[in-house]
């Protein structure tokens, strides 16, 4: 038994010494980052920007890999449940991270406990948009018309417990408002409908609607992050414009299986800021109406644990559910 213990003592001392040479050693091969949605849409677009620098930099290729289906739930299970050593990563966005644990009963990955995040690369509002033709002129003009026609106003999103879906319940619960929910497949059909007045109104992704707001189609009454945004600088924020604290971003970043050592985590979090900080980064991520961040691994966590029971509120109060 003495020879068993000592056995098992020397193992995990050994163990422990490794892992710093692991880490230094990292990486030594491909690393694969994990989309949780088909080619071409917003969040493909972000690992292949981001990637292509960090890849540059560390000498290693990063292969992206597109695994969508199930409300994204299949890709983020994929990396939840793969080998902890740093060469397995997720994209990760707040639909997955954030939203699921909100709206779905039950998900095979516990957003928190299967996950060692590295840091946010992106981060935009929502834009709260109008037709133009609308007489609302500011947010506390459209505010009063939607409390002057109790049910009779409605918003577009993206189908129930999509990201845009709590966000609009969200501010109907701030600004006490009753407004009737359509659910669409995609925001490019919400926006048709609301640019051909079927619609009252749309929290829209930026990349989406400023094309219409710039067009003159559509008016741009708020956006939902705290300060505003330099994707349309000259729109308020909902919390100036009434409603102090008001919040909401969508946000892309990099996370790793639980127990990927924090060593690795660090030296990823490393290359992964200083990708995103680059010029090379920076302008094409821009040109998609994005904001680079490049935090911490401890902000990060902090941020999504906060993201989670923010959603989680809004949900359990308006009933919202996907089974």
């Known amino acids: 038994m003495k020879t068993m213990m000592r056995r098992a003592a020397c193992?995990?001392?050994?163990?422990?010494?490794?892992?710093?040479?692991?880490?230094?050693?990292?990486?030594?091969?491909?690393?694969?980052?994990?989309?949780?949605?088909?080619?071409?849409?917003?969040?493909?677009?972000?690992?292949?920007?981001?990637?292509?620098?960090?890849?540059?930099?560390?000498?290693?290729?990063?292969?992206?890999?597109?695994?969508?289906?199930?409300?994204?739930?299949?890709?983020?299970?994929?990396?939840?449940?793969?080998?902890?050593?740093?060469?397995?990563?997720?994209?990760?966005?707040?639909?997955?991270?954030?939203?699921?644990?909100?709206?779905?009963?039950?998900?095979?990955?516990?957003?928190?406990?299967?996950?060692?995040p590295v840091t946010m690369t992106t981060a935009y509002p929502y834009v709260l948009v109008v037709n133009s033709e609308s007489p609302a002129k500011t947010l506390q003009e459209f505010v009063a018309l939607a409390k002057s026609k109790p049910g009779a106003m409605n918003y577009g999103s993206t189908g129930v417990g999509a990201a845009n879906h709590l966000v609009a319940e969200l501010f109907n619960s701030k600004a006490g408002l009753k407004m009737t929910h359509v659910p669409y497949r995609g925001t490019a059909l919400a926006v048709g409908d609301l640019l051909s007045g079927t619609l009252n109104v749309v929290f829209g992704d930026p990349i989406s609607v400023l094309p219409h707001i710039k067009s003159g189609k559509l008016r741009a009454l708020a956006v939902t992050s705290l300060?505003?945004?330099?994707?349309?600088?000259?729109?308020?924020?909902?919390?100036?414009?009434?409603?102090?604290?008001?919040?909401?971003?969508?946000?892309?970043?990099?996370?790793?299986?639980?127990?990927?050592?924090?060593?690795?985590?660090?030296?990823?979090?490393?290359?992964?800021?200083?990708?995103?900080?680059?010029?090379?980064?920076k302008e094409p991520l821009a040109n998609q109406a994005m904001q680079t961040v490049g935090n911490s691994p401890e902000a990060f966590a902090a941020f999504i644990q906060k993201d989670i029971a923010t959603w989680k509120a809004v949900a359990a109060a308006a009933n919202v559910t996907v089974e």
């Not at 917003?42 to 990063?62: C, F, L, T, W, Y």
């Not at 729109?235 to 414009?241: D, N």
């Open 11 to 116: 193992a995990l001392i050994l163990a422990a010494a490794a892992t710093p040479a692991f880490a230094q050693d990292f990486p030594s091969r491909p690393i694969k980052l994990v989309v949780p949605y088909a080619p071409g849409g917003g969040a493909d677009s972000v690992a292949r920007i981001v990637a292509k620098k960090v890849s540059e930099n560390i000498g290693q290729p990063i292969v992206i890999e597109n695994k969508g289906g199930a409300g994204s739930i299949v890709g983020t299970d994929l990396v939840a449940k793969a080998e902890p050593d740093g060469y397995t990563l997720l994209l990760g966005q707040s639909g997955p991270i954030s939203i699921n644990p909100a709206v779905y009963k039950s998900l095979p990955y516990d957003p928190v406990k299967d996950f060692a």
């Open 227 to 281: 300060e505003r945004s330099p994707v349309a600088p000259e729109v308020p924020t909902v919390a100036e414009s009434g409603y102090p604290g008001f919040e909401a971003l969508a946000w892309h970043g990099i996370l790793a299986p639980a127990k990927t050592p924090p060593a690795i985590v660090k030296k990823l979090n490393a290359e992964i800021v200083k990708a995103v900080a680059d010029p090379a980064t």
